[in-house]
């Protein structure tokens, strides 16, 4: 995207566009400074994709060399953190594959990974109790962590970048080389998902939701 | 948030008619859910939402359906946030391309600064990082002017560091050791100045190209000498506070800090005075690198090794000296005929120049003795005046026409310099070309025997040593000729058969053993005598270090050191001493 006189001012006000070009001018301080600065954004960000502490790591990491092996061909664009994290996309997408084709080390690493899902029979019993006061907080999370593990790579990549990251559907669609209408499309189905997943564990309370809805997680 | 907005009531003519252009690729899809999560990310436009809005007032289903969407979204907030581990963005630094154990292609120095590089260089591809910008360039330009010496060193600080911004993100990580030991706040207080230079060879180098003098103010350069009160100012600055300081310090690669301790060491293990002189040229050079443009800065930080950076500041420094020059010296310039004549130009000035700011150094400390139209010591003693011939004559060499172990021109230089001394009843010149000369040719006792100055007196060694050429025209000079041999022994890893020259207590002539044994051990302290004592049978370390201690205890060494204490000639005659020096 072609940048004015008037969007090229507003993108050098802000401070990580400006860090940026200071990383492309191979400023090894501002290198440092952009890696304290987004590494808890990028570290949630691939810990809520891959489920997996040392991977998510990894997978930042990864995106921070990216960054630094093509700083010289950044350009300021509207947002610093859109590019980031289109590199970050591309990165997850690449990881999240690669797992799917290797499902034996997908499988032996969910088993050791302490934010994997625990097989579901362990937590079958209460999976249709409403009240979520009655999970453990941590059970709550293995639940959540396995609904986002049955989206497909792409929805979850949406669904992350929407929740945490807080982007919309037109910078998700920036970031995901997808139109704002495909993004639509994917985080509803995403959501229509997780709803189903997770439905059984929601208070539908304040609303005082209608008689025939408050059973909805058996409807799917 | 949009998801919290509340269905308003909206009258139930409102149609829901979720666009069709609106399908997804998966035209099965639930077009009503998408749009109602569309419409709970706030993501539907004015006219949708009113619609969507009407639709929930209606239909209790639909209102279900998006109360369950957004809870069972704002679930994933129970979700741990999975944080980075402590030493993330150190371990990610430590990875970036050019990799510790793979030296730079880049760098055309092997020392330590390659690692320095190293580790937090780029990639070859790209424009190397070199070992000192890469912890360079966060500063801002900026000019020098006189009255921001504070200021500058703030920003010299961030300059030659740059990891400082980085430091304050990076102290949690390591958290501030706030119990430095007494050298390593040494250290860190001295950061500022330290910092854009490489170790202390380099800063020796720095002071002996004479760059840096505490009178380049007389040059009429724009580096001048931050007095020291400025810089103690500058110290208890916010930005110079030991907390932020030590952070910047740890905040280095370890490569660098070692480096840096080192260096700090190395310059507090000097005598006082040579100390204080070194510290001096590093605040001048300090000061006069933050005034410089930003390339010329970037071009100086950017050398790839200390030689070449010493080299880009000498032709700095050459540069800006011409353009100082004044106009009618610079037309003279602009009209040589050719390079060799501008060349010749510029060194014959300079060589005016040093003169005239030698004289006024001179002058400056001895402005007392000027003002009352006094002679100055040791010439206003004709004993002294005695002795100091003998000096000449016997140590120097220099006899009638003969120009002894100085070169020609040096010995006439003095001749001249004594004429105008009887002439004028200015002695001060005369005294100062004789402390040159002295210092530049030091002696050493000689052996009781003949001293060893001939190629045949070595017989066969001599085939083993490099034939220098030079140890031909030394042949005949004491020490000159003998300290190439040992030199050039040391080199061969070769023993010698016999000593070189006196080594230990006994070997020594008469006044000489008499001033060692009498004067000197007895002064000694046990320290001293044990490191004297330990260098018995080297040679010519024994004496050198005999000459050092004496030096030391302001003892002038019979027949081999000019008369009379040698602080006092140093005081008088040393013109680049520091001017602050208390004294």
Redesign the interface.
């Known amino acids: 995207m072609p940048i004015g006189q008037t969007s090229a001012m507003m993108a050098l006000r802000d401070p990580d566009i400006r860090l940026m070009l ?1 990383v492309r ?9 952009l ?3 987004f ?2 954004r990028l ?2 960000i ?3 994709l891959v489920g997996r ?1 040392d991977e ?2 990894d997978l ?2 990864e995106v ?2 990216r960054v ?2 093509i ?2 061909k950044y350009r300021p664009t509207a947002k610093f953190s859109t590019w980031l994290f289109t590199i970050a996309n591309n990165l997850a997408l690449n990881a999240l594959r690669d797992r799917q084709r290797r499902p034996l080390v997908l499988l032996e690493v969910h088993e050791s990974g302490p ?1 994997g899902p625990r097989p579901a029979e362990n937590l079958a019993p209460t999976r249709d109790q409403p009240p ?1 006061q009655q999970l453990q ?1 941590q059970e ?2 293995q639940m ?2 396995e609904a ?1 593990e049955g989206l497909s790579e792409r929805q979850r990549i949406a ?1 992350v970048l ?3 990251e807080d982007m ?2 037109a910078e998700i669609g920036e970031v995901m080389g997808l139109s704002t ?2 993004v ?6 995403a ?2 998902k ?2 189903e ?3 059984g ?4 309370d304040g ?1 005082a ?2 008689e ?2 408050t059973a ?1 997680s058996g409807e799917s | 948030m949009a998801d919290e907005r509340k269905p308003d009531p909206i009258p139930d003519d409102a149609i829901v008619r979720p666009a069709g ?6 035209d099965e ?2 077009t009503e ?2 749009e ?3 419409y709970l ?3 539907l436009n004015e006219a949708d939402a009113r619609r969507i809005e009407a639709h929930l007032a209606r239909d ?2 639909a ?3 998006a ?3 957004k ?6 907030e ?8 402590p030493n ?2 150190s ?3 430590d ?3 050019t990799s510790k154990s793979a030296p730079s292609p880049a760098l055309s120095s092997p020392s330590p600064r390659g690692a320095l590089a190293a580790s ?1 260089g ?2 070859p591809s ?2 190397p ?1 070199s070992p000192v ?3 360079a ?2 500063s801002p330009p900026a000019r020098w002017r006189p009255w921001l010496v504070g200021g500058a060193f703030a920003v010299i600080l961030a300059m030659g ?6 430091a304050a ?2 102290s949690y990580l390591h958290p501030p050791d706030t119990s430095l030991s007494f050298e390593e706040s040494r250290l860190v207080e001295n950061l500022p100045l330290y910092s854009g230079v490489d170790d202390y060879d380099f800063l020796v180098k720095l002071a002996d190209s004479d760059k840096f003098a505490p009178d380049a103010v007389l040059l009429g350069m724009p580096s001048v000498v931050a007095p020291a009160a400025v810089v103690q100012a500058a110290a208890s600055q916010p930005w110079g506070n030991d907390h932020k300081l030590a952070d910047a310090f740890k ?1 280095l690669p370890t490569a660098r800090q070692d480096q840096l301790r080192d260096l700090d060491r190395k310059l507090y293990s000097q005598s006082p005075a040579e100390r204080a002189r070194l510290y001096q040229v590093l605040e001048s050079y300090a000061v006069w690198l933050h005034g410089l443009d930003e390339p010329e800065r970037k071009a100086i930080l950017d050398a790839a090794s200390p030689a070449l950076r010493l080299a880009k500041i000498h032709s700095i420094r050459e540069h800006l000296w011409q353009q100082q020059l004044p106009a009618t010296l610079r037309n003279l310039l602009d009209k040589a005929e050719n390079d060799q004549k501008r060349a010749d130009l510029v060194q014959q000035w300079k060589t005016e120049e040093q003169d005239r700011r030698r004289n006024w150094m001179l002058a400056r400390q001895n402005w007392e003795t000027i003002r009352a139209g006094r002679v100055p010591w040791p010439f206003d003693n004709e004993a002294m005046k005695n002795e100091v011939n003998e000096f000449i004559r016997s140590v120097l060499r220099i006899d009638g026409n003969s120009s002894g172990r100085v070169t020609p021109t040096e010995a006439q230089m003095l001749r001249e310099a004594r004429e105008f001394a009887e002439k004028n009843n200015a002695w001060l010149w005369y005294g100062s070309d004789l402390y040159y000369l002295a210092n530049k040719y030091p002696a050493l006792p000689e052996p009781i025997g003949t001293p060893i100055t001939r190629i045949e007196d070595l017989s066969k060694f001599a085939k083993k040593l490099t034939d220098r050429k030079n140890l031909r025209d030394a042949q005949g000079k004491w020490p000159e000729f003998t300290l190439m041999i040992a030199e050039d022994a040391a080199r061969a890893k070769l023993t010698l058969p016999f000593s070189l020259g006196p080594s230990r207590p006994g070997e020594f002539r008469p006044p000489i053993e008499a001033f060692l044994t009498k004067t000197l051990l007895p002064r000694l302290t046990p320290a001293e005598r044990d490191i004297l004592k330990s260098l018995e049978g080297k040679w010519p370390e024994y004496p050198r270090k005999m000459l050092d201690l004496a030096r030391k205890h302001d003892l002038p060494v019979p027949g081999i050191t000019l008369p009379g204490s040698p602080r006092k000639w140093e005081n008088t005659y040393q013109p680049s001493r520091p001017l602050t020096r208390p004294n």
């Open positions: 200071r001018d191979d400023d090894a301080a501002a290198f440092a400074e890696v304290e600065r590494q808890h570290v949630a691939m810990g809520h502490h998510a790591e930042a990491q921070f060399l630094y092996r700083r010289k934010l979520t907080q709550l999370a959540i962590r986002l669904i929407n929740k945490f919309n559907y209408k495909a639509k499309s994917l985080l509803s189905r959501r229509s997780l709803r997943a997770l439905q564990y929601i208070y539908m609303e939701p209608p025939n809805v909805g | 252009g609106d399908a997804d690729r998966d899809f639930d859910e998408t109602l999560v569309a990310d706030g993501e209790p289903q209102r279900a359906k109360l369950a969407l809870k069972t979204y704002d679930l994933l129970y979700l741990p946030r999975p944080e980075p581990s993330f963005a371990r990610t630094l990875r970036i391309p937090h780029s990639a790209a424009t990082l910008s890469s912890y360039l966060a560091l740059g990891y400082f911004g980085d993100v990076r905040a």
